[in-house]
C-alpha cells in the first residue's frame, strides 16, 4: 500500500529565507507526486506535480520540488519566503497502475508553513 | 463558470437529523470524490466514484452515503448525524491518477 510522510508538521521561517518541506513515501510501483497548498478556509490548490520526465519541478508561486526515486523523495523548496505563503502544504501520491481507486490521491498530514516578518 | 462548487458552505445540525452535502463540476471528469479533513488526521477519504452509477468505500465510508446518477455531481449524505462527523468535507474531481481539483469545502458541526 501507499503511504505519504511529511517529515515536519510546522516549519516557521522569516520572510526572504529559503525554505525546504519534506516528503518521503513509498510504492511498490511508478507513482505520481503532487504538492499541494491550502490558506486558511479555502480548498486545496495545485502547487506542481511530476508524472514524468525531469525530477525538478517547478510550480506556481515560485515553488520547485525533486523527485529523487532511490529516496523516494519529493521535497519542496523556495529560495525566498513571502509572508503570504503563510499556508498549509500537503504532499501526495498516485500509483500510476489501476485499481479500484485509480484516481486517488493518498495524502500525507501536511505541513503548516509559517513565515514570519 | 467552470469549476467544482459545494453547497453550503457552513452547516449547523443536531445529532440525529439527515444532512446532504452537494458536489457538482463542470469539468466531466470522470473521478470524483469525497474527504474530510480533521486535525492530526489530514485528508482521509470517505468515497470516491469512477463514473455514474459507480461508486466505493474509501478509508472512511461508516455513517455515510452517496449516490452518483449523474457524471457532475456527487452528494454525500449523513443518514444520522453524530458529533464525531463534526469535520470540513471537500469533495474533488479528477481524471484517473493524475491531479485532483478541489472545492472550497464544506464546514459542518453537528451538535
Known amino acids: 500500500a501507499q503511504s505519504v510522510t511529511q517529515l515536519d508538521s510546522q516549519v516557521p521561517v522569516f520572510e526572504e529565507a529559503p525554505v525546504e518541506l519534506r516528503c518521503n513515501y513509498s510504492?511498490?510501483?511508478?507513482?505520481?507526486l503532487f504538492w499541494y497548498v491550502q490558506y486558511p478556509n479555502q480548498g486545496l490548490q495545485l502547487l506542481l506535480k511530476y508524472l514524468s520526465g525531469s525530477t525538478l519541478v517547478k510550480g506556481i508561486n515560485g515553488f520547485e520540488a525533486e523527485f529523487n526515486k532511490s529516496q523516494t523523495s519529493f521535497h519542496l523548496r523556495k529560495p525566498s519566503v513571502h509572508i503570504s505563503d503563510t499556508a498549509e502544504y500537503f504532499c501526495?501520491?498516485?500509483?500510476?497502475?489501476?485499481?479500484?481507486?485509480?484516481?486517488?490521491?493518498?495524502f500525507g498530514k501536511g505541513t503548516k508553513l509559517s513565515v514570519k516578518p | 463558470d467552470a469549476g467544482i462548487t459545494q453547497s453550503p458552505r457552513y452547516k449547523i445540525t443536531e445529532t440525529g437529523r439527515q444532512v446532504t452535502l452537494m458536489c457538482h463540476q463542470t469539468?466531466?471528469?470522470?473521478?470524483m470524490f469525497w474527504y474530510r479533513q480533521d486535525l492530526g488526521h489530514g485528508l482521509r477519504l470517505i468515497y470516491y466514484s469512477a463514473a455514474a452509477d459507480i461508486t466505493d468505500k474509501g478509508e472512511v465510508p461508516d455513517g455515510y452515503v452517496v449516490s452518483r446518477s449523474k457524471t457532475e455531481n456527487f452528494p454525500l449524505t449523513l443518514e444520522s448525524a453524530t458529533r464525531s462527523q463534526t469535520s470540513v468535507y471537500f469533495c474533488?474531481?479528477?481524471?484517473?491518477?493524475?491531479?485532483?481539483?478541489f472545492g472550497e469545502g464544506s464546514r459542518l458541526t453537528v451538535l
Open positions: 469539468w466531466s471528469h470522470s473521478y
Open positions: 474533488a474531481s479528477g481524471q484517473g491518477g493524475r491531479e485532483l481539483f
Open positions: 501526495a501520491v498516485s500509483d500510476q497502475g489501476y485499481g479500484g481507486s485509480q484516481g486517488n490521491l493518498i
Open positions: 510504492s511498490s510501483v511508478s507513482v505520481y
